[in-house]
Nanobody, 117 residues
Framework: QVQLVESGGGLVQAGGSLRLSCAAS????????MGWFRQAAGKEREFVAR???????TYADSVKGRFTISRDNAKNTVYLQMNSLKPEDTAAYYC???????????WGQGTQVTVSS
């Protein structure tokens, strides 16, 4: 059974930075495409970024140039560095594991990011 545990969320002012982490256990992390999604209150969950086992990366247009996804296979961990945060980035952020296109097989429990103006 694969478990994904996010950390690093919190409250930050606009223009600030946060780094989210997602620690994976179980499964074969090194072979998975990992990703991040987010869901703002009253809205549908949306794709943010993904990284393949070969470190091929894709970002949503809304975060390009501000967010950076990375992974450390030795630590079974994927990261999301978020810079120049905006109030519209406020959402619950979910780690996603073993993506096929944009459909994950596994989800974390989510971590809240709140950006104040």
């Amino acid at each position: 059974q694969v478990q994904l545990v996010e950390s690093g969320g919190g409250l930050v002012q606009a223009g600030g930075s946060l780094r989210l982490s997602c620690a994976a256990s179980g499964g074969t992390f090194n072979s998975y495409t990992m990703g991040w999604f987010r869901q703002a209150a009253g809205k549908e969950r949306e794709f943010v970024a993904r990284i393949s086992w070969m470190h091929s990366i894709t970002y949503a247009d809304s975060v390009k140039g501000r967010f950076t996804i990375s992974r450390d296979n030795a630590k079974n961990t994927v990261y999301l560095q978020m810079n120049s945060l905006k109030p519209e980035d406020t959402a619950a952020y979910y780690c996603a594991g073993n993506l096929k296109e944009l459909s994950p097989q596994y989800w974390g429990q989510g971590t809240q990011v709140t950006v104040s103006s």
